[in-house]
């Protein structure tokens, strides 16, 4: 019950780089968890290692010690064409800088990652991309190419793309960083919704007007968390 | 592979047109020199006659001593052409050939008329009767030649190519039938061969025509070598019943061929005997035909290979470096597909996808490069080519080797940028890619730098030593002048000269060509300089014992006028040329270079000696006049 119920453990995690003889200590001893269904917001000065955390968080690095539960198994150590495939299914991603592919439309870009997942049929692809589209209400850009949108549009397809796999969780990392507010507040909106219909978000930003979107605030600081604030009260005051 | 990379890679490569032209160029040209290579290749190495069945057809013997023989021939024993008797002997110890059928080794050009028409020279070709059926071929008009058109006191008939029927008879029907004269004597057309039949060889000179072997006497008179059985010239050629064992056969040949060389003088006499056992028959299969042709062009041909073959790898280390220095602005594409959940072999299959997608159009762009370039140098290699049987337009098989050349060709040069994309760093996605410290594309580039300098260095050294045996071969000092020099070819017995009447008209030739306004000098020959064809004896010297079979006693010989030496600027270093008082009456007198001196009278004047050829008893023949200095 309590595995089902934690989506995510962390014990004791640390992350060392190591360039041209100099070692860096992006991440030292963090603890976390997040519950299914929670939305958790990521905080702290620049280089205090958010974008580190979340990179090991979905899979896309390993880190140098520690234990990292993903769904209850442990996923430190896999191979990498384990992590390739756990981030496929289990994972979406939201970048700063959207990340779409500039030479596949929106309908392409959104279906990508199904068609990297054995076995799928392209009908139901094309279903999950439609539903994925309508949901952030860009169905009508579909045969456009990412530089004929604008960035709020550009985001909204991001979005969709990770939504398309119905992932365990979506990890954004300053989502709103590139936008500007209006476009910005749009996308803070559409998480709010999603996560209002049950998804599971971790999201690292600056901006503490969104941090007021999550349940909980994660402070990091110098590669360690300093503080964690439950926010569900102020939640509870935007959505009233 | 996806339709989703193909509309990807397609994307890439309209992107950038600029890279997209320099790689299909380089590809075009590098995929093309090797499919025209392959053209040639397959076109006259791989190629099967065009008769029934050519996988049945075997041929005894095995290398190229063309076109007349006489004692042992080949090396270390390998008989390859042989006479008459002898073939008819081997076809009688040999019942495992359904058929077998023997034709002419060395084609003749010979002068046919058609009623009064100028005369035209065609190349002939003496078969046996039973050469048409061996090979399976019909006829397209007429009929072809039979076994009975071959025997001793038959009709001579003869049977046209379908091009020379096309070509030099303008197609008319009524020749079928109608009588023209070859060599000035009356033949009867009796068929036209099908379309396509070339005969059994690829030549540059394919037959225009086929005379039964038994007609070889009625054209060439006293000097017919038909009965002639210790004159080799005729290669043997058959269909071999299905299951039959080719090495036994060749054993119990070789068997039969030492039996009947034991039986004969010419082979058993001055110790020929103790060669007789190593004398033996290679069966090869007769599927492509006789091959001399393609073991000429064999060596050449895997020359050009070789050097296309470093092109193509040159032109892929060129466009994978190309594609390498796009790299970064992919990596950031490829570290996003990855975050997303694409595995490694997924990223290299899109990587192969473009890459082998660039290459097969640079490959259709290089079909147009192999069309020209086989046409090209066919005509290099060919210059006298007529009727040449080698296609040149892209067969099924010639574009199957460039769509695999293409595919090979891209997976090649996709390997590096598909290695280095396939270690991209998810991580990189978040980051962004100017965050990564190291800049890996660095060692394979410099790696690929490297391997194009060590095979361009190939390519040249190749392309050196090639240019300089070819300028070797144009500035040779072949030892005679050819400057304002002309060679003119006749045959007297082509326009039905008889032998008697030969020297008057040889005497007004050069009577007449002298006075001529610009005629220095007119010298005439059997064979001229440099046409790569003679006749070759035993050299036998008076007072000498008989040289044994191994000796090398042979010499090549010349028939030639008075001033023959003098119009091809040979000096004559000692004794005297020819003169007017060496007639036919007067004593047997000869030339010899200086080779030929020291190699039959070493340490000694020649002048003045005497030797003979064939046998002792006739050591006395020819007395030497003169020695003049070595041509070739
Ligand atoms: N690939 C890497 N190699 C070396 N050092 C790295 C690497 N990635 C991150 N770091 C270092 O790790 C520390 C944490 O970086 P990280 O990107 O996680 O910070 P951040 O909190 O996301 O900062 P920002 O708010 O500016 O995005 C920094 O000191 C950074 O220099
Ligand atoms: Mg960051």
């Keep these: 019950m309590a595995a089902n119920d934690k989506l995510i453990e962390i014990e004791d995690l640390t992350k060392v780089f190591y360039t041209d003889e100099v070692e860096t200590h992006a991440l030292s001893g963090i603890h976390l968890t997040i519950s299914r269904g929670e939305y958790v917001a990521m905080s702290g000065p620049s280089g205090c290692g958010k974008s580190t955390l979340l990179s090991i968080l979905g899979l896309l690095d390993t880190p140098t010690s520690g234990r990292y539960r993903l769904n209850g198994n442990p996923v430190e150590n896999l191979s990498f064409s384990d992590r390739s495939r756990i981030r496929n299914q289990e994972i979406g991603f939201i970048f700063q800088s959207f990340n779409l592919i500039g030479d596949l439309s929106v309908e392409e870009n959104v279906e990508l990652p199904l068609t990297y997942r054995a076995g799928m049929p392209s009908a139901e692809r094309k279903k999950r991309v439609k539903e994925a589209l309508d949901r952030v209400n860009m169905a009508h850009r579909m045969r456009h190419f990412p530089a004929q949108l604008s960035g709020g549009q550009q985001q909204r397809v991001a979005v969709a793309r990770a939504l398309a796999g119905s992932p365990s969780i979506l990890l954004a990392d300053e989502p709103t960083g590139n936008l500007d507010s209006k476009n910005g507040e749009a996308v803070m909106h559409l998480l709010a919704d999603l996560h209002r219909e049950g998804s599971t978000i971790c999201m690292v930003t600056h901006d503490p007007r969104f941090a007021k979107h999550a349940q909980r605030e994660v402070h990091l600081f110098d590669g360690k968390v300093v503080s964690e604030v439950e926010l569900k009260k102020l939640t509870e005051e935007v959505e009233a | ?632």
């Design chain 2, 1 to 632: 592979m996806t339709l989703q990379d193909i509309r990807y890679a397609l994307r890439q490569l309209r992107k950038s047109p600029g890279f997209t032209l320099t790689a299909v160029i380089t590809l075009a040209l590098g995929i093309g020199a090797n499919t025209a290579i392959f053209t040639l290749v397959h076109g006259i190495l791989l190629r099967s006659l065009p008769v029934a069945d050519p996988s049945q057809l075997y041929r005894i013997g095995d290398t190229d001593d063309c076109c007349v023989n006489g004692g042992f021939v080949g090396q270390n024993g390998d008989f390859d052409i042989f006479s008459y008797d002898l073939y008819l002997h081997l076809k009688n110890a040999a019942p495992e050939f359904e058929q077998l059928a023997a034709v002419q080794a060395g084609q003749n050009t010979f002068s046919v008329r058609r009623g009064e028409a100028l005369s035209k020279s065609l190349r002939s070709e003496y078969v046996s009767g039973n050469f048409f059926s061996t090979l399976g071929i019909g006829p397209y008009a007429g009929r072809v030649l039979g076994e009975s058109d071959d025997a001793p006191a038959a009709a001579p008939v003869t049977v046209l190519s379908y091009s020379a029927w096309q070509h030099e008879f303008a197609a008319d029907p009524a020749i079928v039938g109608a009588t023209i004269s070859i060599q000035a004597r009356p033949f009867t057309v009796i068929g036209i061969a099908p379309p396509g039949f070339f005969g059994d060889r690829v030549t540059d000179r394919p037959p225009d025509f086929w005379m039964p072997l038994s007609s070889e006497p009625y054209v060439n008179g006293d000097s017919a070598i038909l009965h002639h059985a210790d004159s080799n010239w005729l290669y043997p050629i058959g269909r071999v019943r299905p299951g039959t064992n080719i090495a036994a056969l060749q054993t119990r040949l070789s068997a039969a061929l030492r039996q009947w060389l034991s039986t004969r003088p010419m082979y058993t006499d001055n110790g020929g005997s103790a060669v007789i056992p190593k004398q033996h028959v290679v069966i090869v299969p007769g599927g492509g035909g006789i091959q001399n042709l393609q073991q000429e062009a064999g060596q050449g041909l895997k020359m050009l290979m070789i050097l296309s073959t470093v092109v193509l790898l040159i032109a892929c280390a060129n466009i994978a470096n190309l594609l390498l220095a796009r790299g970064t602005a992919r990596r950031a594409d490829i570290a996003v597909r990855m975050a997303l959940g694409a595995g490694r072999r997924i990223v290299i299959r899109q990587i192969i996808t473009e890459s082998v997608l660039l290459s097969c159009i640079g490959g259709l762009a290089g079909l147009a490069v192999a069309y020209g370039g086989s046409r090209t140098i066919l005509a290099l290699a060919f210059p006298d080519a007529r009727n040449l049987p080698v296609d040149a337009s892209p067969s099924l098989a010639v574009l199957g080797f460039a769509f695999l050349a293409s595919l090979v060709t891209g997976v090649l040069f996709g390997i590096a940028p598909a290695w280095m994309a396939s270690h991209a760093q998810p991580a990189e996605a978040l980051r962004g890619v100017n965050r990564s410290t190291r800049d890996r594309s660095s060692l394979p580039q410099k790696a690929l730098v490297v391997f194009q300098a060590a095979l361009s260095l190939v390519l040249l050294a190749g392309a050196i030593l090639m240019t300089k045996s070819l300028g070797k071969l144009e500035h040779q000092d072949f030892g005679i002048a050819t400057t304002n020099r002309y060679v003119l070819h006749f045959d007297p017995a082509g326009a039905g000269y008889t032998i008697d009447r030969v020297p008057a008209l040889y005497r007004e030739i050069e009577d007449r060509f002298s006075a001529l306004p610009g005629v220095s000098s007119v010298g005439m020959a059997l064979y001229s300089p440099l046409e790569g064809d003679n006749w070759g004896e035993c050299v036998i010297q008076q007072g000498y014992p008989a040289p044994g079979p191994d000796s090398k006693c042979g010499s090549t010989w010349d028939r030639v006028s008075t001033h023959f030496l003098d119009a091809i600027g040979v000096p004559i270093v000692r004794g005297r040329g020819f003169t007017e008082q060496d007639t036919q009456t007067a004593p047997q007198v000869v030339l010899v270079n200086e080779t030929f001196a020291k190699k039959f009278f070493p340490n000694q004047d020649a002048v003045g000696k005497h030797f003979g050829i064939d046998e002792t008893k006739y050591s006395g023949s020819f007395e030497i006049a003169g020695v003049f200095s070595t041509l070739k």
